[in-house]
């Protein structure tokens, strides 16, 4: 493929506004789709120096209209948490430049640089994986930032949940009445708010007899504030539908023996739980799409929505 082809897999007004944010004589060689994401479109844009090296960055467009109005806010938001994550020892990409109303660009659009790494989404070596991603979650939630994030929205009420075809109805129904009442206060923290394995980089390509390393933390388009309990949840339930349901509760596990300080209370746990998980029963088909392209071919809809019905009643029986 051709400097121009390359190129050109980026829309033209986004590529000039690319290049202004270059060096002097540097200039784009190479552009990668990098699936996973569900909200916005990733590519990876390799850059050539006037060295004769390269160096990579990376491109997040929200062209997707579904997701437009929301687009400004959500890169607002991350560009100012690549901020302030810089230096703090929690690997995440560093801002290069934002363009979040599309002034510049064709559509809303970040520009960061690039880490090293990859997501692993297999089921081999799971296990290994388990901690690490438990104590980098435990050191996101350390974090302490002059200027606090927007406190967290939840993603679904009790109204709006729709339990999956075949899902165990009377299941659903006490999981539902959780989650109905008052959620219970909690002790605020640094969240990054869509912590689950496909947000996660590690090193794969020096595997070794320890755990594996993790190289980047990406992803901080919903960054916010509130409880532990929420980010643990959310990347639980992406566990237990990944991998199934007894790898969802491990991790809970995990994040309390690397030293994560969760809800006091097993009920208050639920709570936040289940509201994560509840959230998923109309996103099985947007969740499952990206996981499949990533080679999880078996997980179907269908697949998804048996694991979450199976979670959803293992997080209850958690409490008989």
Request: aromatic share 6%; proline share 8%.
């Amino acid at each position: 493929m051709t400097e121009h082809d390359e190129a050109a897999d980026v829309r033209p007004r986004t590529l000039a506004w690319v290049n202004r944010q270059l060096a002097d004589g540097e200039r784009i060689v190479g552009t990668e789709v990098l699936h996973g994401g569900i909200t916005a479109e990733i590519r990876r844009l390799t850059v050539g120096t006037r060295d004769g090296g390269t160096r990579d960055l990376v491109l997040r467009t929200f062209a997707d209209p579904a997701f437009a109005a929301h687009a400004e806010g959500m890169l607002r938001r991350e560009a100012r948490a690549l901020a302030v994550l810089a230096g703090t020892g929690v690997p995440a990409p560093g801002p290069v430049a934002a363009d979040p109303t599309g002034t510049h660009c064709e559509f809303p659009s970040l520009l960061m640089t690039h880490l090293a790494g990859r997501t692993v989404l297999d089921d081999r070596g799971l296990e290994a994986r388990l901690s690490p991603l438990a104590r980098q979650l435990v050191a996101v939630h350390a974090l302490r930032p002059a200027e606090r994030p927007p406190v967290f929205e939840p993603w679904t009420t009790a109204d709006a949940v729709v339990p999956p075809d075949g899902a165990d109805a009377a299941a659903w129904a006490a999981a539902t009445a959780v989650i109905r009442r008052p959620a219970p206060s909690y002790e605020g923290r640094f969240l990054h708010r869509d912590f689950h394995p496909g947000s996660v980089l590690f090193d794969v390509a020096s595997p070794g007899p320890d755990a594996p390393r993790i190289t980047g933390v990406v992803d901080w388009v919903e960054t916010s504030w509130g409880p532990a309990d929420l980010d643990v949840a959310h990347c639980s339930t992406n566990l237990a539908l990944l991998h199934g349901p007894a790898w969802g509760l491990r991790f809970a596990e995990l994040y309390e023996e690397a030293g994560g300080v969760p809800a006091a209370t097993a009920r208050e746990r639920l709570h936040w739980r289940l509201q994560d998980a509840l959230a998923f029963a109309g996103a099985a088909r947007s969740v499952a799409r990206p996981w499949r392209r990533a080679g999880r071919t078996e997980l179907t809809t269908r697949a998804v929505e048996r694991r979450l019905d199976a979670y959803v009643t293992a997080l209850l029986d958690t409490q008989a």
